[in-house]
Structure formats: C-alpha cells, structure tokens
C-alpha cells in the first residue's frame, strides 16, 4: 500500500540522517584532535623557541669565557670610553651585550638599543655618547673596574 511504502521511505530517510548525524559527530571529533595535536605542536615549537634563543644567549656568553683572573694592564685600549680588552678583546657588539645582560640577569632578546638602555638603568649608568661607548662603559663597570677593586658585584645596586 502507499501508506507502507511512505513509512518505509520515511525509516530509509530517518536511518540516513541517523548515519549522517553519527558522521557528522565523527568529523567534529576528528576536527578537535586535530587542533588539538596543532595547539600541541605550536606550543612545543614555542618552547623549542625560547630553548634556542637562551642556549644562543648562553652560548654568546660562554664564546666571551669567564672574565681572567688578574685585570689586564691599564692602556688607552681598554680605558673606559675607549675599546675594552681582557676577555671582551675581539667580541662583537652583539657578543659583549648579551654578557652584559646575562651578568645582569636582564633579556637580551630586545634591539641592542633596548638591551642597554636596560643595562644603563640597572647598574645606574648614564646613557651618555654612542651606543659602543656605552657598553664599554657598562663592560668596564661590570668586569673590570670590580675585579680591580677586588670587589665581585654591588648587591646595593642589585647586580653581580
């Protein structure tokens, strides 16, 4: 009868939407273990990031080596103001602020500008002349001029 066949065709039609709803279901939870896996993989290449950027800071700072043992002779060379000998003979810029920092416990991922201005404002410095001559201002403050005095940091200005 007509009535059969339209409850038939009515089962067929709710049978398909069931399939097509339990599809549906399928996917969407294919779609969040999908961004799941992708919010997992973003935030381990975040991590892997900030792993690379410390060990090249570290590495910066361990390529400089510890500072020598006895202060090197006093030459026009490495007078404050002027080029900085001893164990910043030879570094780059970028060489000698990322010790600067590392010594300051400050972040040295910022522009070499921001870098020193941080470094100025830390150990009080003015942030007078070139960008150079403040960190050979900053390196003979930090490195020389203590083991000169026999003294290894100033915790009064919070740094060592």
Known sequence: SEAEQARSE???????????RAREEEARGREGEARGREEAARAEA???TAREEALTMRLAA??????????????A??????????TF???TLPQKVS????????????????????????TGVAAEGG?????????????EAPRQAGVRCSRS????
Do not use: K, M, Y
């Open 157 to 160: 200005r919070g740094w060592c």
């Open 62 to 75: 361990l390529e400089l080596g510890p500072p020598p043992a006895a202060p090197p002779p006093a030459t």
């Open 99 to 122: 010790r600067i920092c590392a010594h300051l416990g400050l972040d040295a991922r910022s522009s070499l500008s921001a870098a020193v201005a941080a470094a100025n404002e830390s």
């Open 89 to 91: 003979h030879g570094a």
């Open 46 to 48: 975040e991590a892997a």
């Open 10 to 20: 009515a089962e067929r039609a709710r049978l398909e939407a069931e399939a097509a």
């Open 131 to 143: 960008l150079l001559q403040q960190v050979d201002r900053l390196i003979a403050l930090l490195f």
């Open 77 to 86: 060379n490495n007078a404050v103001g002027g080029g900085v000998g001893g």
